[in-house]
């Protein structure tokens, strides 16, 4: 989870700079709170030089993953 900066990708850890695409996750804390307010994430939504799949991509990938093997155990 991404607690640094709000504009710094969940996934890299980068700054996402003016002019760059990217992806916002709203995420509810699921621990009881009075104020149920829910918090983003960001992600880079363009692919960088080199990679096949943006960190949004990537984010979800890992989601899935993690899904399958919770159903899996």
Wanted: hydrophobic residues 25%.
């Amino acid at each position: 989870m991404n607690r640094n900066n709000p504009h710094d990708c969940g996934y890299c850890r980068s700054s996402i700079t003016l002019g760059q695409r990217w992806v916002r996750e709203k995420v509810y804390d699921p621990a009881p709170q009075i104020d149920r307010e829910p918090s983003y994430h960001r992600y880079h939504a363009e692919v960088f030089s080199g990679e096949q799949l943006s960190c949004w991509e990537k984010h979800q990938l890992q989601q899935e993953m993690a899904r399958t093997i919770a159903r899996a155990a």
